[in-house]
Nanobody, 121 residues
């Protein structure tokens, strides 16, 4: 019932910018948060950023000050503005959505197919 489709990835030189989008559809009205994961070759998938239903945002330390997560509730679209990109940001980026479970916002429902971001020096 929930579908997530990422877009906006591509190749960019270090110091450049990209804006990722995640279009959500289906039954998402009761979601408690959405976010972005990424996975670089040979590394574990990590949570990059998240935004809760009340607008609270969080970021992993490596992207603080450079990335900004936002959500357009009217269009059910999640964004990740990425500035001052570094080569270490190269990864496949995935959108994810969470729902409440047992009083906690921790039930990962789905993530999309991913969009590749390649940053060159």
């Amino acid at each position: 019932q929930v579908q997530l489709v990422e877009s906006g990835g591509g190749s960019v030189q270090a110091g450049g910018s990209l804006k990722l989008s995640c279009a959500a559809s289906g039954y998402i009205f009761s979601s408690c948060g959405m976010g972005w994961y990424r996975q670089a070759p040979g590394k574990e998938r990590e949570l990059v950023s998240a935004i809760s239903s009340d607008g609270t945002t969080s970021y992993t330390d490596s992207v603080k000050g450079r990335f900004t997560i936002s959500q357009d509730n009217a269009n059910n679209t999640l964004y990740l503005q990425m500035n001052s990109l570094k080569t270490e940001d190269t990864a496949v980026y995935y959108c994810a959505i969470w729902f409440y479970s047992g009083g906690y916002c921790n039930a990962l429902d789905a993530w999309g197919q991913g969009t590749l971001v390649t940053v060159s020096s």
